[in-house]
């Protein structure tokens, strides 16, 4: 049987698009280097051109580390991304009361939000372990 994937090349391209900022890289699991890359704006805009050829091996990567289920990492991503500061991504897994919080403060002052970029990857994968 072939494992379904759970993050999606193209989905890497779009988010490597505001890669100096590493967004790409905080999607397919590697939080310290996104940070660095947030930091420095992709390594001075080296680092975000090199990542143009290293997102296929990281999907790879990303799919065998996350497990696949019930809830999408991409839609999950792009709610983070774009409506995170509003708790978008937060709804999506049901977390309603801290989406709530999300929504008034403003993604918790931007450091949940920073919290979010770090761990949704493993959020979503035991929410679909569990079923």
Same mark, same amino acid.
């Given at each position: 049987? *072939?494992?379904?994937?759970?993050?999606?090349?193209?989905? !890497?391209? &779009?988010?490597?698009? %505001?890669? @100096?900022?590493?967004?790409?890289?905080?999607?397919? !699991?590697?939080?310290?280097?996104?940070?660095?890359?947030? #930091?420095?704006?992709?390594? $001075?805009? *080296?680092?975000?051109? &090199?990542?143009?050829?290293? *997102?296929?091996?990281?999907?790879?990567?990303?799919?065998?580390? %996350?497990?696949?289920?019930? =809830?999408?990492?991409?839609?999950?991503?792009?709610? =983070?991304?774009?409506?995170? *500061?509003?708790?978008?991504?937060?709804?999506?897994?049901?977390?309603?009361?801290?989406?709530?919080?999300?929504? #008034?403060?403003?993604?918790? @002052?931007?450091?949940?939000? =920073?919290?979010?970029?770090?761990? =949704?990857?493993?959020? $979503?994968?035991?929410?679909?372990?569990?079923?």
């Amino acid at each position: 049987m *072939i494992k379904k994937g759970t993050h999606s090349v193209s989905m !890497g391209y &779009i988010l490597w698009i %505001f890669g @100096f900022l590493g967004v790409h890289r905080f999607y397919y !699991g590697k939080p310290v280097t996104g940070t660095i890359w947030f #930091c420095t704006l992709g390594l $001075l805009g *080296i680092g975000w051109i &090199i990542d143009l050829f290293l *997102i296929p091996g990281m999907d790879r990567e990303a799919d065998l580390r %996350f497990t696949p289920g019930l =809830l999408d990492y991409n839609a999950a991503w792009l709610l =983070l991304v774009f409506l995170g *500061i509003f708790g978008g991504h937060r709804m999506y897994m049901g977390k309603w009361l801290t989406a709530i919080l999300w929504f #008034c403060t403003g993604g918790l @002052f931007l450091l949940g939000y =920073l919290y979010d970029l770090w761990t =949704l990857n493993t959020q $979503l994968t035991e929410i679909n372990q569990q079923g």
